[in-house]
């Protein structure tokens, strides 16, 4: 069995973690999704998904052109 000298190597060395650790996190939320309604609009040609990168006129959101000068 190959041993790790290096810890960059060594995924799981330091994971060990204390039980009380882990008790204190059993009832905390780490995350929650926010997802707003998107209503369907229809579809965009597929030729101009293309160039647009998304086949729904609704998730279009291009960035603003900033000029050079």
Known sequence: MHQFNNPWMN???????????????????LARAYVPLQPYIGLFPLDEALRKGTLFPNLYIP????SLE
Do not use: R, S, T
């Open 63 to 66: 960035y603003p052109i900033k």
């Open 11 to 29: 995924p799981m060395e330091g994971w060990e973690q204390p039980i009380e650790d882990l008790k204190m996190c059993e009832n905390m939320q």
